[in-house]
């Protein structure tokens, strides 16, 4: 059965993600990613009123033209976890396959959510959406001889999964996005071992598609219990404390809400949680059952609701409260760099602690918000704690060991540039791959066959 | 009652450490330390064998002669933790003063052993040496009006203190080295409580003189629990591996070393220590009751044992155990850097766990030898784990609510020069401090007048 | 005569400089300069329209209060230099002082139109302007014993000078701003000469006030020449290029503006200075005298006649001229960043070439918006050369051969916060200097009596 | 015509270069490099005495086992010039082929002087070696087809050449190792003027091989003369003081040496040039003409002559000399190493200067040694002048021009890792070449066939 992977998007930047396996006459696209950083780069520039080639010209979305190269039915689009550079680019591309979007129930809920929003001028969105858990499996076409199952991974988003095609020739396992987390919250630890038997069943593993993020940074990514750990470390040094402390963190990673919540209600203050992303994910999650979160935990996302709160947390006194904002990245609009402009009715006094939960992405223009909103913060009196996270990523250690555990036939890094693909190149060298044979360092808009 | 401060050392560098304080007639001090890299920069110089005056020429130990100009006499020498910047130049300075050195039990124990190996050539030490836990009192000369408390703080060694001189005018809370750990591993949490009440007994405090290392570090350090937290998470990630894994971390650091002992045994390994130090720190806790090691961890300070150790682990099967060993700031002459030069009976194969459980003190020198062997090591094939640290020193945070907890009159920032001063002036400043009234900048022999 | 040195403004960041000497009943105030970045972080914010007590509350001027307790009269205003860190606040603060403003000629013109553009809206302003070159001397006060001399000094502004306040008990010299240059550009090398005869001659130096921007920095700041050379090597590069060249440096900085209008020249482009402050800084200079631009060198500052100078430069042909332009700080609304985002007439095509001359102030919000810019320029094809830079502040060796050149009595570190003064104290000291003796580390607001 | 290019060495790293061109039934080998990083990091290993294939193992020389895949007659080993990353392989690989040296006057002395040095031991070289100057050519086999030709580059060492081979098929232009300098001291500019025309005529550029070490920085590298403005600068700045003065830069930089010669004679002071390698490479460059020294300039090569230097210096007056030496990474070995040890005669005085006309290559490493070196330097009171100085190797642009010089049809990037091949790609993709089709990225020890 010939086997051919396009390497869409994603190969030479992190964000628009996409990548199509071909086995035989099926083909399955795995992610369809927005790159934000591209769009945001222009002012006054609104993605839902623009047309795909448009966004396609700008870098934003994957430039799918490539697809018309790749002979056979596409029969399932797969994000793997809601975020934006793996769903964001759904609502413009999709609609030219026939084929449902297959997703994970997080995911699914996340894609409509999204899909809803970006395609109310246009309405033109009519893929179907079909749920499968992770561990699950379904047929691919109708060659009865292609299988796409889905492992459970951890990730910095719940319900994430590496979707792994099964073909007469191998496995085709797609690895992004993902940490080896054995201790995580909210959900199971990574499912290592259904990885080391793909690793050995069959005809083992054709190809794996890696996530190279981290690949440059030694060690292990430790797990999200580390971070949970991290936090409770903090909000307990400043329990005593009786004014206000707000919290900041990634709105769709809700295991870190989740504990933050946890933490709140431990000190004797009551979570709530503000912005319309906040109250997105984290009410998703709790209508999904993903977490259940303490009944007075309140969630506002209209603008209105959310200075009612901040008022009456005034009135009822900081030091009840613990408001959980977006902003972590410092960006202008968001409610922590408002607050700092003290533009809300929540007033930072001397002495206040601001928690961001999240590290800075490293780009100059993150820097400088991030720098600008903490410098606003400092002027009100506010103490600031930061970086309490651990990345979604795996890192060099994580890298060999899964390697180790699914000995693929044939190794293409992904999600990063050429620079970002070194570090993960080097260390497949070092276990015997070698580029031009066996592992692929390639570009977007590729065609790598690997059976014929 | 006159108050009189001499900064002796540690004010222009991190080593070195030495302040006098007199209070009426009675003078105490605190540290005499010893800033080792003003040894290393030379070839082949033994400092047992150096002149004290040859050695303060150097920059190595503090230079005591302001103690000259300080009317008074001196009642008592207190190191307050073992490190080498508190208590090395004991050996060559304290002879000098009619005075007992008083510390706590541990550090009472290294001091001895220091002294006894730095004067084995010279026999010219006589001074007393007295014990006192944290939490007790001694009286300080003979007005009746001086008393020295010890008060339990937490660092990167066991048994630390910060020493507090209560005078009729208000306290002197000497504040030489912390960290605000409120979950340490092996000791109580530091005694937040009595800082508190030292804060508002009395005239309170009349002034602090603090350890500025980490000011310029925004948030808090976080507990030495999260340090252990992160070794579980890194040594249960390669609870499989059946190779070799080699840990190294500071010597000194008991509880550090505690936690990589307890985690071998529970991934089923016996943990060994190696190399002299190693020995010395850890089997000096354990025969002081702040440790209890299992029965079968196996200790070696001498080159041959360590060597007949080596060899029985590569007979025996290096997959049964986990040395810990020096080295982990790349000493060329460490153990793990022979490790990786071959030097040593003991192989690393491919594979092969290094986890380093301490950070690099940054600068040039350490960062390239650091640098030397990390690359010696993956040149035999070793994967690499590092980073697996926390700092002894307190962060911003811990500053600023130290500063709440004391609210003392005076202010002198320390262990640190000037540049390492300005982030805790600015702290102090937002606070109230004013630098030249109440906030105390100097420099190494300096004298400083509370009260007149 | 008692001396006294209010160390008003500047001692604890770069921007707001302001300092007072007073000689016996007189009283001389140096620079009185704006923090432009503490105007910049708020939204909205228009200095013309705020009140001082205000502007000194957000840190942007100097809080002048402390000027009440230095009895005597003030005798003169004396900005250095015409950068806004040194004259930006005379339009707030100086109409307080019943005295004149005494500057160079390029300054007091600076200083005149920055009182104008500021004062329109109150009408405040009412001091006198006295014009002194360098190599000049006043009278200051009655006394008869009291001189004020202006000695040259380089720096990346034309016509600084350095004032020396003759007193009979020594020199006063206040150091702010200059580079150590002994081949500028369009002025005459720095009057060391001038320096040495002050350091030799009556009492010496009593007290040096020391611009310690670069103290840090090892080695000595190269010579304007140095850049020039640099600017050429750049431009003679590209001379054969037959598209867009584009420049872009500080528009105060004429003589560099003069090395690009002479190299456009020399390339067979036409030169044209565009944007108000280019007009404005060279223009100035031009009608002054400081340098005589070629006959059809264009400077256009209005927005529709830059806008008109783009289209005729598109009709032309870009090949044939090299604008000059403003943005070379990434700033949002300047006009290179504008026509990055395409919102001029002038369209940049694939290899057009953009020259920064100019480094980043090393700073996030600048780093964020730099980079954002040079995004922009990239993302229309454009070719960047940056860097193309010297400071205008001596590094660590000009500082040593001034205080070998004058050996003052006294120094006061200025133009800093604490942390910049740090490598100027370590080599003050490594001259014998002595903090708290007659090396007087300092913060906004103090008064220092050097005699009584 | 078959055109094969064989990518044996320097292809993972920078240092160990070797290339193979096959050309029909002819070979040219282009550079056999060493890196002697691989050899350094172990203790007292001694080249000269080890076997080839044991440096293969250790990564030190290329590992050439590859030409045995290459069907064809080796006709040539052309080194493009005399640094060790580019000839030091030649006395260990050299033999096994039956083809002579080609090269350039000075890089043939400087390989002659290598080999000899290098296997006096074994006595096992016997190839011949023929001069070529830039701008001549020679044929290749017997074909008739197959031509060479140097052309003259500028880089920093002197009579660089980038070998171009001209073949039916288009020219074959290795352009390792290069600056475009218009303006270099010593020797002619660059001949871009050949490279177009070599990029217009025939068949045009088949293939360029390009050095990518500056790849990833902005703008482009300054010519020699921007280096030469900057020691002239620095050292006229210290032209009136009467004691030491010293400086180090890379020895075989002979036209750096040759202009810190000319200024240390302008400011009245004797250049002596001490150690061995500034002896060999200024002493081999007087001798072929490239360089005519002023008669008193001594080149002292024996540790005995270089000390009866010092102790002539230190008897006849420090103020009198300018010695130029080694040490300017801070080998722990070298002269000026030493003399910051107090190690040599010559005394380094309080004031005294030392001009690092040399940049630290950026490894942990030498930045630790470096720094170790200038602490020495330091605490015997000297001043540190460094980073006077401008790379060899071509930035961002200068790539841009040359690609836009060249047209060629094929690219492959070479002198670095994938990591640093990133820029270069990103470069020639925004230029239009995609990888894998027209832009080569790959590894040592491939084979790329570009005409079957």
């Known amino acids: 059965m010939e086997i051919e992977i396009a390497t869409i998007g994603g190969y030479e930047e992190v964000g628009r993600q996409m990548t199509a396996v071909r086995a035989g006459d099926d083909v399955v696209i795995f992610d369809m990613g927005l790159n934000l950083s591209q769009v945001l780069i222009h002012d006054n520039v609104e993605t839902e009123k623009m ?69 109310k001028f246009s309405g033109s969105f009519d893929n179907d959406f079909v749920k499968m858990e992770a561990g699950e499996t379904m047929s691919i076409g109708d060659s009865g001889n292609v299988e796409m199952e889905f492992v459970h991974v951890t990730h910095s988003i719940i319900d994430a999964i590496n979707p792994v095609l099964h073909t007469p020739e191998g496995a085709i396992v797609y690895g992004l996005d993902k940490r080896m987390d054995h201790s995580p919250v909210l959900e199971d630890p990574i499912d290592m071992e259904r990885f080391r038997e793909i690793g050995r069943e069959g005809n083992g593993v054709l190809c794996y598609i890696e996530d190279c993020t981290n690949a440059g940074r030694k060690g292990r990514t430790p797990s999200e219990s580390h971070a949970r750990n991290h ?69 506002y996302g209209h603008r209105k609701s959310v200075d009612r709160t901040f008022k009456r947390i005034m009135k009822e006194g900081k030091e009840n409260f613990l408001p959980v904002v977006t902003g972590h990245q410092g960006e202008p609009r968001a409610m922590l760099t408002r607050m700092g402009r003290g533009e809300t009715p929540y007033e930072i006094e001397d002495g206040d602690k601001v928690i961001f939960s999240a590290r800075v992405i490293p780009e100059p223009t993150n820097e400088g918000q991030r720098y600008q909103s903490e410098r606003l913060l400092r002027m009100q009196g506010a103490r600031i704690y930061d970086e309490i996270h651990v990345s979604g990523h795996l890192r060099e250690e994580g890298h060999y060991q899964m390697i180790d555990a699914l ?25 015997g791959y070698q580029m031009g044979r066996d592992l692929h360092v390639t570009r977007n808009g590729n065609m790598i066959q690997l059976v014929e």
């Not at 190794?411 to 080097?426: R, T």
């Open 407 to 431: 000995q693929p036939q044939h190794i293409i890094p992904a999600h990063q540039d050429l620079e970002g693909f070194s570090p993960y190149v080097d260390l497949a060298e070092s276990q």
């Open 231 to 299: 936090l409770e470390d903090t909000i307990r040094s400043i329990e005593d404390y009786d004014g206000g402390i707000v919290a900041t963190t990634f709105s769709s990673h809700v295991s870190r809400v989740s504990s933050i919540v946890e933490f709140a209600k431990d000190i004797g203050r009551q979570p709530v949680l503000l912005g319309r992303s906040m109250e997105k994910y984290s009410g998703t999650a709790e209508r999904l059952g993903f977490v259940d979160f303490p009944d007075d935990v309140g969630m």
């Open 51 to 119: 047309h795909s080639l448009d966004l396609i010209d700008m870098g934003a979305i994957p430039d799918d033209r490539v697809m018309s190269d790749l002979e056979g039915d596409v029969q399932a689009i797969v994000p793997t976890h809601g975020h934006l550079d793996h769903i964001g680019a759904i609502s413009k591309l999709a609609h030219r396959y026939d084929a449902p979007i297959v997703a994970a129930p997080f995911t699914i809920e996340l894609t409509k959510q999204q899909v809803e929003d970006e395609t």
